[in-house]
Structures are given as structure tokens and as C-alpha cells.
């Protein structure tokens, strides 16, 4: 899953602690089966606009774990805005690769 945050100004600190290896949003994702790991990034510090990309090992597991989770997910969702932490967040996208034989097994890129 690929999306894109606006931090409020004065909270880059606690969103980058909430999303970062052992923050609230990895240490959710921790347990599921297939993730692989999260990056993070800001893309326009001018503007504090933020890039999360999960990667997991198969889409099937992806979709496994957002139809078992979808309420965690949307209690995550309420907590970091309730606490300030994004302005608004824009989703880009969950991309899949091919492996090389065609089959679509392959990894959820963001």
C-alpha cells in the first residue's frame, strides 16, 4: 500500500515515531502474514509531505490481512488523526509485480 501524509507543522517527530520500525503502524503490521517491511520517507520536507509504502510478500497475503483488519486499520486511521498527526493523507496506490513466469504471486510493492 502506497500513501502520502501532510504533517502538521511541529509533528514530523511523532509521525515518524508512529510509522518508523517499532512504531504503532509497523508493530500493527508486525504479525500479519507476508509483511515484509514499511518505508518511510519525506518527500517535500518544505511542505512536510510524507511517503508510507508497505511491501509484502504475495498480494493474496495483502488482501488477506486487509480483509481480516480493516477495523484495527480504520481504528489506526481515527488514532492518528484524533492525535494531530497528518492534516490529510492521499492513497496512490497497491501496485503488484509479475514474477517472471507471469504468475501474480508476486510482491505488493506499496
Known amino acids: 500500500m502506497d500513501r502520502r501524509?501532510?504533517?502538521?507543522?511541529?509533528?514530523r517527530a511523532e509521525f515518524e515515531s508512529a510509522f518508523n520500525l517499532g512504531g504503532?503502524?509497523?508493530?500493527?503490521?508486525?504479525?500479519?502474514?507476508?509483511?515484509?517491511?514499511?518505508?518511510?520517507?519525506?518527500?517535500?520536507?518544505e511542505a512536510?509531505?510524507?511517503r508510507v509504502k508497505d511491501s509484502w510478500t504475495?498480494?493474496?497475503?495483502?488482501?488477506?490481512?486487509?480483509d481480516r483488519m480493516q477495523a484495527e486499520f480504520e481504528k489506526f486511521e481515527a488514532w492518528i488523526r484524533a492525535e494531530g498527526l497528518i492534516e490529510k493523507e492521499q492513497f496512490?496506490?497497491?501496485?503488484?509485480?509479475?514474477f517472471d513466469d507471469g504468475s501474480e504471486e508476486g510482491l505488493v510493492l506499496s
Not at 501524509?5 to 509533528?11: A, K, L, Y
Not at 504503532?24 to 520536507?45: I, Q
Not at 504475495?58 to 486487509?66: A, I, L, S, V
Open 5 to 11: 501524509f501532510w504533517v502538521p507543522d511541529g509533528r
Open 24 to 45: 504503532a503502524w509497523t508493530t500493527f503490521l508486525f504479525g500479519a502474514e507476508g509483511y515484509l517491511f514499511t518505508e518511510v520517507w519525506c518527500e517535500v520536507p
Open 48 to 50: 512536510r509531505q510524507y
Open 58 to 66: 504475495g498480494h493474496r497475503d495483502f488482501e488477506r490481512f486487509r
Open 92 to 98: 496512490l496506490g497497491a501496485y503488484y509485480e509479475k
